[in-house]
Nanobody
């Protein structure tokens, strides 16, 4: 059974930085896509970034390009999302999602392509 756990969400000031971490267990191999989604109050969930574990290719949604970085964490099956220059519109619940088909990283903005989800972690950017 695949288990996904996120951590790191908290309240930060505008312009601040935060690092989220996702740890997965139960994955059978290295052929997986690890993505971050977020859902703001009253809005639909949207894809933020994705890391293709095998080759390290990354994908980002336009509003976070240049500010967010998704990367491998220490040890296998751990991915981090470094968020800099945070804005009030970044306030949301952030979810880590994983799929066993690494090619689904290019579909990072479509949650139906990801089978395994964490419980989410709240990020609040205060102005």
């Amino acid at each position: 059974e695949v288990e996904v756990v996120e951590s790191g969400g908290e309240v930060v000031p505008v312009g601040g930085s935060l690092r989220l971490t996702c740890i997965a267990s139960g994955l059978p191999n290295d052929e997986y896509a690890m993505a971050w989604f977020r859902q703001a109050p009253g809005k639909e969930r949207e894809g933020v970034a994705c890391l293709a574990w095998k080759d390290g290719q990354t994908y980002y949604t336009d509003p976070v390009k240049g500010r967010f970085t998704v990367s491998r964490g220490n040890g296998k099956k751990r991915v981090s999302l470094q968020m800099n220059s945070l804005k009030p519109e970044d306030t949301a619940i952030y979810y880590c999602a994983i799929d066993g088909d690494v090619s689904n990283c290019k579909n990072y903005n479509r949650d139906e392509y990801f089978d395994h989800w964490g419980q989410g972690t709240q990020v609040t950017v205060s102005s």
